[in-house]
């Protein structure tokens, strides 16, 4: 193995799914109400934490960036066999999680100075993050050097884009991303919103009228997108996401693939779904949903 891969986890690829690409996840921690924080995928399941929130309308969670503490136990035992380590992490406008880690890695240099670490701003967020070290891991496996694959991953950031929605403004306007009076008015009249993230930051897509014409508008985002951007599909990693609702999802991502073949496409390369995690489930509540594309490495 050339080099090693860690990522904090709001790259939502679960522990199972790190542990099976060897990646090392170091997590987030989330609470809810007065309990204490849980570290996301060790001390409780995506899952499971969806359920509490559901169950629990009215209580909004929190959550706390890894410490220069956690990055450290993740990078003793890669930097003590001599491996060089490659760490992703969420975008650095959105955590200071980018910053411990890099605070860590200066900190392990002067343990093992000899040591090579590249700490990463993937200048992304959920699936495109997660999608960006699925990509390291096939650099990695392909026997690039620490140094290669850095140069090819930092050009693919800009390329991503996703598209989703929420069924529960309340979150939203917890989180400072939509005010009272618009939340309030959006639920009285069943809106919900058509969010993006594209070039690092949320966007708006508009609105929509009930939950079900919210995930056609999401396809249809999705697909306007790819057509008037003339996007090579066969150059594009595609992946889907969703929050509690697995029935939902797997209707929705069929809805997609669907589309793409009506108008011409061939079946891009599509990742195994992710359940996005708590990081950002914070801000949409259980209910995320979306689709979301990055462009391949080429080597």
Excluded: W
Excluded at 157 to 182: E, M, N, S, W
Excluded at 263 to 280: A, F, H, L, S
Aim: charged share 25%.
């Amino acid at each position: 193995m050339r080099f090693q891969i860690a990522s904090d986890s709001s790259c939502d690829l679960g522990r199972e799914r790190c542990r099976s690409l060897g990646v090392e996840m170091v997590s987030y921690y989330a609470a809810l109400g007065n309990e204490t924080y849980y570290r996301e995928e060790r001390d409780i399941s995506t899952r499971e934490f969806y359920q509490r929130m559901a169950a629990m309308p009215g209580v909004f969670p929190k959550t706390s960036m890894p410490t220069m503490e956690d990055y450290l136990e993740a990078f003793f035992p890669i930097a003590q066999q001599g491996i060089p380590i490659l760490c992703i992490c969420l975008n650095g406008l959105f955590s200071g999680s980018y910053q411990n880690a890099r605070n860590s890695a200066e900190e392990l240099r002067e343990r093992y100075p000899q040591v090579q670490i590249y700490v990463m701003d993937s200048r992304l967020a959920t699936v495109l993050q997660g999608l960006l070290v699925e990509e390291a891991v096939r650099l990695r496996d392909l026997d690039l050097t620490l140094e290669q694959a850095v140069a090819i991953l930092e050009q693919l950031p800009q390329t991503g884009r996703i598209f989703f929605t929420t069924d529960d403004l309340d979150y939203l306007r917890h989180g400072g991303r939509i005010g009272k009076a618009a939340a309030t008015t959006g639920a009285l009249l069943r809106v919900k919103p058509l969010i993006g993230y594209e070039h690092g930051e949320l966007v708006t897509d508009g609105i929509a009228q009930g939950r079900k014409k919210s995930l056609v508008r999401v396809r249809e985002l999705f697909f306007r997108y790819v057509e008037r951007e003339k996007l090579n599909l066969n150059e594009y990693i595609l992946a889907t996401g969703f929050g509690l609702n697995q029935e939902e999802h797997r209707e929705f991502a069929q809805q997609v693939y669907e589309g793409l073949l009506e108008r011409g496409y061939d079946r891009p390369e599509v990742k195994k779904p992710y359940q996005i995690g708590m990081t950002i489930g914070v801000h949409t509540g259980p209910t995320p949903i979306g689709v979301g594309l990055l462009r391949k490495a080429t080597v």
